[in-house]
């Protein structure tokens, strides 16, 4: 399994950004897909899910400025960041895991059975 990040940067605050995640190397029915971020000295945190269906879960720190999406035929993972902030400065990780269909898609989901990309920046500044 690859998973390819892109779309980080620096920001000042109250802009926007859209990282991507491009991934490869499985074939799933379903799958779990999602962002974490983790800032230095600070436990990784799981900012967003989506499942196959769409269906989609947030961290309440991003609920109302974050929109995870995903495109199927296309494996490929985004999330619409706007309303930035200082504390959203982070490294930005995406997964993916396989998951069943009595399973609920979610960041301890994948944070137990994810694979992960190498992460982006991403750096709010005021």
């Known amino acids: 399994v690859q998973l390819v990040e892109s779309g980080g940067g620096s920001v000042q605050a109250g802009g926007s950004l859209r990282p991507s995640c491009a991934a490869s190397?499985?074939?799933?029915?379903?799958?779990?897909m999602g962002w974490f971020r983790q800032a230095p000295g600070k436990e990784r945190e799981g900012v967003a899910s989506?499942?196959?269906?769409?269906?989609?879960d947030y961290g309440e720190s991003v609920k109302g400025r974050f929109t995870i999406s995903r495109d199927n035929a296309k494996n490929s993972l985004y999330l619409q960041m706007n309303s930035l902030k200082l504390e959203d400065t982070a490294m930005y990780y995406c997964?993916?895991?396989?998951?069943?269909?009595?399973?609920?898609?979610?960041?301890?989901?994948?944070?137990?059975?994810?694979?992960w990309g190498q992460g982006i920046q991403v750096t709010v500044s005021s």
């Open positions: 989506i499942d196959s269906d769409g269906s989609t």
């Open positions: 190397g499985y074939t799933y029915r379903r799958s779990c």
């Open positions: 997964a993916v895991a396989q998951i069943a269909d009595d399973t609920y898609c979610s960041g301890a989901y994948l944070g137990a059975f994810g694979h």
